[in-house]
């Protein structure tokens, strides 16, 4: 995928959780059931790259690259993954009203973001403006298991697709009858069940540098996590700093001064896509999390951090 995971997981009968962590590298699994863990390390793998291959706008032969090439107007088959996916995000997308936004492909191509690769300086005001009227969901028609391009908008699932992942692994691994695992895929994660010494999966949101937070611990007890920060990727041009995290109704990178956005929620892709959608909104987004229920830790330069009345009756 591009993206470093691993993966957690209590095997009934074992005395310790092995833990797959091979990333991108080859390499072998520390634990006593060494076939067993190979063949689950290959049913993780493969999980991993039927996404690649229906959802990375990084390869040319994926579905999403296909759809995005396809003539507009004209209805496309689509993976019944892919149908999931598209349909939250564009229902996020509507909730948020548009500042999470799944059809912003050219827009990221142009700041360079995209397969395309990095570009010299900074695009023009014509040049965004252009990629913006070709570009969002109002561009994009969904009818169940198809969907059609009614401009030349390209689809990026750069801000949802880690989540579904993790939702994905999550689900095969109970399919496998596992039931208790920790799984993660570049920060985003899912705790399900319990460690083999009975406690649950703890984990520490991540900290905006810069920020003074206080330290938060949660259980991953049926419960995801995702974290967007624009201290993750940004880039430097004539003595400023952009955030390669774009507000799709401008068409640029963001400049509200919040560091970080994580959400909790039991649902590790709709995690990911309000984490996003509420760094967009910045402070004012904090209105929508109590609306939508949602557990929210948000870090704001110069402001501190705010939390969400869920996940202050989630902390007690």
Not at 1 to 25: C, E, F, I, Q
Not at 52 to 59: K, N, P
Not at 208 to 229: D, E, F, M, Q
Request: net charge neutral.
């Amino acid at each position: 995928m591009g993206t470093r995971w691993s993966v957690r997981v209590v095997v009934p009968d074992a005395p310790a959780a092995p833990d797959l962590n091979p990333g991108l590298r080859p390499g072998t699994v520390q634990s006593d059931r060494h076939v067993y863990d190979l063949a689950l390390k290959a049913e993780i793998e493969a999980v991993l790259a039927r996404i690649v291959a229906e959802m990375s706008h990084w390869e040319p032969g994926s579905a999403l690259s296909r759809f995005n090439r396809s003539e507009p107007g004209r209805w496309q088959p689509l993976p019944p993954a892919f149908a999931h996916v598209l349909a939250a995000a564009l229902a996020v997308a509507e909730a948020s009203e548009g500042a999470f936004d799944p059809a912003m492909g050219l827009l990221a191509d142009l700041w360079g973001f995209g397969p395309g690769g990095k570009r010299d300086g900074v695009p023009s005001g014509a040049e965004i403006a252009e990629a913006l009227a070709g570009s969002g969901r109002r561009q994009i028609e969904q009818d169940g298991r198809r969907a059609r391009r009614l401009a030349r908008a390209a689809l990026d699932f750069s801000g949802i697709a880690k989540g579904h992942a993790v939702d994905a692994l999550a689900e095969r691994l109970r399919g496998l009858g596992l039931a208790d695992f920790l799984v993660e895929i570049g920060g985003e994660l899912r705790g399900e069940g319990i460690k083999p010494d009975g406690q649950p999966w703890w984990v520490d949101l991540e900290p905006a540098p810069g920020v003074a937070s206080t330290p938060i611990r949660v259980a991953l007890h049926g419960l995801s996590v995702a974290t967007s920060g624009d201290y993750r990727r940004s880039f430097h041009h004539a003595g400023q700093d952009y955030a390669h995290t774009l507000d799709p109704r401008t068409g640029r990178p963001l400049t509200n001064g919040v560091a970080s956005v994580t959400v909790l929620h039991p649902n590790c892709m709709l995690a990911d896509a309000w984490a996003t959608a509420l760094t967009v909104l910045g402070p004012n987004g904090m209105a929508l999390a109590a609306r939508e229920g949602l557990a929210v830790h948000m870090a704001v330069r110069r402001h501190g951090e705010r939390l969400s009345p869920r996940l202050e009756a989630m902390l007690g």
